[in-house]
């Protein structure tokens, strides 16, 4: 947890120390050294996003090993962090909206390009297992808000309260000023995103979070929208954002990571050039001050890679070979 909460500390003096040289893109950035760009990795391959991605990897495996399908093994292995209270960024316990709910955004994909999605939904532990039944029982793609939920309790899930004792505290702390500040690490603005090759060879993956503490009430981030947060070909690769998902969705990050890989990149260089990308669009926005993105991705190789705008961000690699293990990404870093 602690690598994560330094998410922004991090961002902010990461420029201090060795392993920087100029890019060769952009003067005024700085590419991390010291990382291996080309990693594969044996089949069945699971990658998921920041420290809590550890524990989700591990239950994804033992499903997967049992037999389950990759679909149930994503929501399995990230429905771990969606019940874990200690992690503020999904599912129970997470930071609530300015208004004091928690609302939670989700979404999965399968090898066959079918995809269930919910959105602003309240109430509900394990919105990843809401979207798929999204994807398995109706013809939509995403059901937000009131639809949702009267979907979700309709198959059966608890409505129930999210609000932790300990996220109200830091909620009511927060009303103190109440001045909305997306600082982006593992406790405000994140992800979990975890993508998944199995021993066939077939991509699938899935996104669930809490979203941006304080944000307006009826936000909606990437994570939730097919072809910003998540998407996949299962003919030539998977990605998954993490970040200020504002910014991911302007840019429709995950698919033109896809794309990226289709026109022959690998999984680091499509996910350094989007990431590269959307510094470009974003270096004179609003948003600049805070803004912080990465991506993980794997081609149908097991070839995967992750990248990030800023320092910080590592994600847990699980595959027989190597085991379950983190993997700091590499970044580009942007001078003051």
Not at 130 to 137: D, F, G, Q, Y
Not at 315 to 326: F, K, L, P, Q
């Amino acid at each position: 947890m602690s690598n994560r909460r330094d998410f922004i500390k991090k961002a902010a003096i990461g420029a201090i120390g060795i392993g920087h040289v100029l890019s060769p893109i952009n003067a005024n950035v700085k590419i991390s050294k010291g990382f291996v760009t080309a990693k594969k990795a044996n089949k069945p391959l699971i990658i998921s996003t920041w420290n809590h991605g550890l524990a989700a990897n591990k239950e994804a495996w033992e499903q997967l090993k049992k037999g389950s399908s990759s679909l149930d093994a994503i929501v399995s292995g990230v429905g771990i962090p969606e019940a874990d209270p200690k992690v503020r960024s999904v599912g129970y316990g997470g930071l609530p909206d300015k208004e004091g709910k928690v609302t939670l955004d989700a979404c999965i994909m399968d090898h066959n390009s079918d995809c269930g999605s919910v959105s602003f939904l309240q109430g509900i532990k394990h919105p990843i297992a809401v979207a798929k039944k999204v994807l398995e029982n109706t013809p939509h793609v995403m059901l937000s808000g009131k639809g949702a939920l009267q979907f979700a309790v309709s198959e059966g899930f608890k409505e129930e309260n999210l609000l932790t004792l300990e996220s109200r505290k830091r909620w009511e702390k927060w009303l103190e000023n109440s001045k909305y500040q997306p600082v982006i690490n593992s406790e405000n603005h994140d992800t979990i995103s975890m993508l998944v090759l199995d021993k066939e060879g077939n991509l699938s993956g899935g996104c669930t979070t809490s979203g941006a503490a304080w944000k307006m009430h009826g936000r909606v981030g990437d994570s939730p929208i097919i072809g910003a947060g998540l998407f996949l070909d299962n003919d030539v690769g998977a990605a998954a954002a993490t970040g200020l998902g504002e910014a991911v969705i302007r840019t429709a990050g995950s698919a033109m990571v896809v794309e990226l890989m289709r026109q022959g990149k690998t999984p680091f260089e499509a996910c350094k050039e989007i990431v590269e990308r959307i510094y470009n669009k974003h270096k004179n926005h609003k948003d600049m001050s805070f803004l912080q993105v990465g991506f993980i991705a794997v081609n149908k190789k097991g070839d995967y890679a992750g990248y990030s705008l800023k320092p910080g961000f590592n994600y847990a690699v699980y595959d027989s070979e190597n085991g379950n293990h983190m993997e700091d990404s590499a970044f580009k870093m942007v001078k003051k």
